[in-house]
T-cell receptor, first 112, second 116 residues
Framework: DQQVKQNSPSLSVQEGRISILNCDYTNSMFDYFLWYKKYPAEGPTFLIS???IKDKNEDGRFTVFLNKSAKHLSLHIVPSQPGDSAVYFCAASRNSNYQLIWGAGTKLIIKP | GAVVSQHPSWVICKSGTSVKIECRSLDFQATTMFWYRQFPKQSLMLMAT?????????EQGVEKDKFLINHASLTLSTLTVTSAHPEDSSFYIC????????????FGPGTRLTVL
């Protein structure tokens, strides 16, 4: 049972435009969500997170939105830059448990 | 941010040999370290969780006798792939949890293992 889903395996966006990456989850007990960025042959890098008590968290060009009723979160990157081309993973955890449940990732390609 | 290193970054070995991969937290003490495996175009699969000074907790389906994990100090965990076979070829990633940061894990750069 895949509790965290990223249904788009890839996304192509023009440089300077907004990139929106989506993530859905099924477990209503999840209370913390994270986004990671990963380049090939490297480990993931933490980007931004959000607690379930919030519906938005912003850090520079990155904003994460959480819709608990829809069990949906999204990562917005604006403006998109060529260096943003990577695979983005969303992950979730519950009850202060450090174990992360990962989505399958979305490959973001920023076109010049 | 916190830095986690892995050594080696890549290794090629013969079938039947054992390979040790080290994971170090360089600027913080990691109470918990995690070992992941990533298959091509797939998500990260948690293999085991190790806490300093205690036995690792393995995920279902992961053979603990094949993937030996030792977390001898707050800055070092090792994963030994014993009697490696070609199907063990994969990208292995460790991460370390900073005990003061809620649910943030810092990842190492990964180790590419190829078993011939």
């Amino acid at each position: 049972d895949q509790q965290v889903k990223q249904n788009s395996p890839s996304l192509s966006v023009q440089e300077g435009r907004i990139s929106i990456l989506n993530c859905d989850y099924t477990n209503s007990m999840f209370d913390y969500f994270l986004w990671y960025k990963k380049y090939p042959a490297e480990g993931p890098t933490f980007l931004i997170s959000i607690s379930s008590i919030k519906d938005k968290n912003e850090d520079g060009r990155f904003t994460v939105f959480l819709n608990k009723s829809a069990k949906h979160l999204s990562l917005h990157i604006v403006p998109s830059q060529p260096g943003d081309s990577a695979v983005y993973f969303c992950a979730a955890s519950r009850n202060s448990n450090y174990q992360l449940i990962w989505g399958a990732g979305t490959k973001l390609i920023i076109k010049p | 941010g916190a830095v986690v290193s892995q050594h080696p970054s890549w290794v090629i070995c013969k079938s039947g040999t054992s390979v040790k991969i080290e994971c170090r937290s360089l600027d913080f003490q990691a109470t918990t370290m995690f070992w992941y495996r990533q298959f091509p175009k797939q998500s990260l699969m948690l293999m085991a969780t190790s806490n300093e000074g205690s036995k690792a907790t393995y995920e279902q389906g992961v053979e603990k006798d094949k993937f030996l994990i030792n977390h001898a100090s707050l800055t070092l965990s090792t994963l030994t792939v014993t009697s490696a076979h070609p199907e063990d070829s994969s990208f292995y990633i460790c991460s370390a949890r900073d005990g003061t940061a809620y649910n943030e894990q810092f990842f190492g750069p990964g180790t590419r293992l190829t078993v011939l």
